[in-house]
Every structure is written in structure tokens, then in C-alpha cells.
């Protein structure tokens, strides 16, 4: 047994005694209401779920396991030579609660590197699909033909205990995670490439490997390490999170969770925010007249100002929950600030970040004026050369992966039921409002 499987088997032993209770002794205790306006509304808000892996601050942002965004960068350990964390010990670290040693985090890199090697099968998989089609279906369907793979079917099959089904979700995970970036890789080359493919790099850890197999220099490997940890979790309700958490509760197995998860991820109100904002920025550099063109924050202002007038929104700006600048965004900013500020797009960003939040404060609108991490994570892969669109949900879904599997493994360690909540009629919801009796009085 792997050293991370055996600390997280510790953690699950600790932690069932305390689901256990709160269920049999304190289930009734009401934890929140529901309105009319959140069931109608996409039950925005509503306290329903549970994970310890992590919690979104309206403040502070994104925490894993209770650390903020700054501490997990400072405190998690980094490859030699590199200024962003192994990837790998973000896992360790959303598995067990505890910040990796770099022994501990270089375990899980060796664990990676053993099981990075995807069939043969699936690069047939992927060279079947015809030109022209979208990255994201060709990476939901590789993922979804592993499910031959997947230990957990075994084992259920066979007549495993339900206390043991975290254990096979374990290793189809880490063998799931380990596979990713090859597989993302070998789609961007098939796409964009003409089919040639960097063959991967047994020495080198989750994104320095990534970043090998695209073709890239470095700092690339840590754009890629920041890419993948800063978008790894974001709570269970956003789409792709709940999705696999869903999906994995009728106990499907990890392959047609995460690729569940990934068709979510796909939609226009979730993942494809960061190619939005980018096609958004490139209309206002060819609207100042190109990147040659850095225009005054008065120009930008007048702008700003005729987007939001003519009834339009500015990309990248605003959360449904954070009410400051999210701390995904500010990680980003200092890394282009180092390294992208001579980069003309990046300068335009600069600028809008000084004018826009002080532009919807003033119109009153937003309930955050502040940047999300959109803003700025497609500015990066394309100051980088990675300027197909299409392709940064690919990246976002490789690193959503970690921490839904997290997340899944220990929804099934600590035996989650099937979620199936209770639906009412547009009638009932008439008859709670009052409004048919009315009707009926008239």
C-alpha cells in the first residue's frame, strides 16, 4: 500500500465515527430554508451538500482542507528550480487534510509516473474522431472508453463490501489522474499538430510533464502547475463538481463520473468562460487599433463605459459568491507580472483591472466589481502559444479532475446514499405564494 493510500485509510477510519453520528443522532437539525427564488432559480445558495476538501469564502475564496489559496502555494513543495507546487501533492493534500512533506508529494509523483501509461485502445479512440471536432468531446469520450479499466466494476461485481468501496475508487483515480495529460496532449497534438506527438517523460512530475509532451519551455511546466492547482476545486455545487459527485453517487465508477463531469464542464455557463474573456479582449485590442496600440485608462473608461450601457457585460469581472478580487486571479497576476509584462494583451488587462472595478461600483450593478480567475487564465496559455480556445476547457478539466476525484473517493469511503432530491410542481409553489387561493376567491 502506497503512503498515500495508507494515510488517507487512517483519515477515513477517523472520519466515519463522525458522519455516522451526525446522521443517527443529529439528522433532524435543520441546517437551512429554501425559497420559491432558489428552487426556481437553480437552487443557487442552498446548504445541501457536503465536503471537507473545500470551502468557498465570500471573502477570502477558494480554501483547500482549510488553507487558503497563498498558503497552499507557500506551504505545498515545489520541484527544484520551480517556483509552483507539484501538482501530485495537491492531491495528497486534498486526500488526507495534511500538507505533504516533499517525500510525501514525490511518493505520489513516483505513483503517477508508474500508471501514466494510457492503451493502446485509447489513442485509436481518439484518432477515430474526424477532423474538426471539438477537444472536449474527444477528451469526455477517451475518458468514458477507460471504463473497461475501472477496478471499482470489478470489484462491486465480485460482491465488495460497501465500507471497501473507497478503496478500488482509489485506484482508478490515481491511475485516471496519472493518464490525463497524456491524453489531453496526445488530443491537442491530433487536432492542432497534424498528429505529432511528444512522447511523454517518465522523470518529470505531473505539469513539468504536461508541459514537455506540449512542447514547451519553461516557466511553462509552472504555468502549467499553477493551471491545474488553482482550478482543482471550487466546492460541490458549480456544475462539473456536482455532476461527478451525482453521477458517482448511483455508484458509476470514476471513467463515467469524470466524463460526465467534463461534458458539464463544456457548457458556455461554466467552463467556457476564459476563451470568452480572451475572444472579449482581442475585439477590444483590434478596437484600439492592435496590439501595437496601448490605449489610456481614459480610452479603456470610455469603453467600459459603452459595453455596460449598451446593455452588455465585461467579461471576467463578477462571482456568484466571492465579494473580492479572487485570490485565483490575484495568483495569476503575479506570475504575469514577472513574466507577461511586456506582453501587449496582458498590458490591456492591466489596465482594466485598475478601471473596471471602480466603473461598476459606480454604476451599482455588480455585487462584485472585482476579477475571477477568467480574467486572466486564457492571456497566459496565449502568451505561452497555446492560442487555440477550444482547448483551454481541456486544461480546466484536467485540473477540476483532482479534486473531484478527491472528493468522489471520499464519498464513497464514507458511504453517501444515492442523491435524489424531491421536486414540486409550478402549482404547489403557486399554493405555497398564496396565489391560488386568491384566484379562487375572485
Avoid at 147 to 170: L, Q
Avoid at 240 to 248: E, F, K
Wanted: hydrophobic share 35%; proline share 5%.
Amino acid at each position: 500500500m502506497s503512503t498515500l493510500k495508507e494515510k488517507l485509510y487512517e483519515k477515513i477510519e477517523e472520519q466515519r465515527p463522525r458522519t455516522e453520528r451526525l446522521m443517527n443522532e443529529y439528522g433532524d437539525i435543520v441546517i437551512d430554508k429554501v425559497t420559491i427564488a432558489q428552487a426556481l432559480g437553480g437552487m443557487r445558495g442552498i446548504k445541501s451538500l457536503v465536503t471537507d476538501i473545500s470551502y468557498l469564502d465570500p471573502n477570502e475564496g477558494i480554501r483547500y482542507r482549510g488553507y487558503t489559496l497563498k498558503e497552499v502555494f507557500e506551504k505545498l513543495p515545489k520541484p527544484k528550480g520551480s517556483e509552483m507546487p507539484y501538482v501530485e501533492g495537491l492531491f495528497y493534500l486534498l486526500l488526507t487534510g495534511d500538507m505533504p512533506t516533499e517525500k510525501e508529494a514525490l511518493d505520489v509523483v513516483d505513483e503517477f509516473s508508474k500508471r501514466r501509461i494510457i492503451p493502446r485502445y485509447i489513442y485509436e479512440v481518439i484518432d477515430s474522431f474526424p477532423c474538426c471536432s471539438h477537444p472536449m468531446t474527444i477528451f469526455a469520450t477517451a475518458i468514458l472508453s477507460m471504463h473497461r479499466e475501472s477496478f471499482f466494476t470489478k470489484k462491486y461485481s465480485a460482491g465488495i463490501h460497501k465500507k471497501d468501496y473507497w478503496d478500488p475508487m482509489y485506484e482508478d483515480s490515481v491511475n485516471l489522474l496519472a493518464k490525463l495529460p497524456e491524453i489531453a496532449t496526445y488530443i491537442y497534438a491530433k487536432i492542432y499538430r497534424d498528429g505529432k506527438r511528444i512522447q511523454s517523460n517518465p522523470n518529470l512530475d505531473f505539469g513539468g510533464n504536461f508541459a514537455f509532451m506540449m512542447g514547451k519551455e519553461k516557466p511553462y511546466d509552472d504555468v502549467s502547475r499553477l493551471h491545474f492547482i488553482i482550478h482543482s476545486d471550487h466546492e460541490s455545487g458549480n456544475v462539473s463538481a456536482h455532476t461527478g459527485h451525482l453521477v458517482a453517487s448511483s455508484l458509476s465508477d470514476i471513467y463515467l463520473s469524470i466524463s460526465a463531469m467534463v461534458n458539464g464542464l463544456a457548457g458556455p455557463l461554466h467552463g467556457l468562460a476564459a476563451q470568452g474573456v480572451l475572444q472579449w479582449l482581442h475585439e477590444l485590442v483590434d478596437r484600439m487599433g492592435g496590439e501595437k496600440v496601448i490605449p489610456s485608462e481614459d480610452e479603456i473608461k470610455q469603453y467600459v463605459w459603452e459595453t455596460l450601457n449598451s446593455g452588455q457585460v465585461i467579461p471576467g469581472f463578477g462571482h456568484a459568491v466571492l465579494r473580492k478580487t479572487d485570490p485565483r486571479y490575484a495568483l495569476q497576476r503575479e506570475f504575469s507580472l514577472k513574466y507577461l509584462k511586456e506582453d501587449p494583451i496582458f498590458k490591456y488587462v492591466d489596465i482594466l483591472y485598475k478601471v473596471v472595478p471602480p466603473i461598476l461600483k459606480e454604476q451599482g450593478k455588480a455585487k462584485n466589481p472585482w476579477p475571477n480567475v477568467d480574467a486572466q487564465s486564457g492571456v497566459i496559455q496565449w502568451h505561452y502559444g497555446v492560442r487555440e480556445y477550444d482547448f483551454y476547457t481541456v486544461l480546466f478539466g484536467i485540473g477540476r479532475a483532482i479534486g473531484i476525484c478527491a472528493n468522489i473517493i471520499w464519498d464513497r469511503a464514507l458511504g453517501y446514499p444515492l442523491e435524489r432530491p424531491k421536486s414540486v410542481t409550478t402549482d404547489m409553489l403557486e399554493e405555497f405564494a398564496g396565489i391560488k387561493k386568491k384566484e379562487t376567491k375572485k
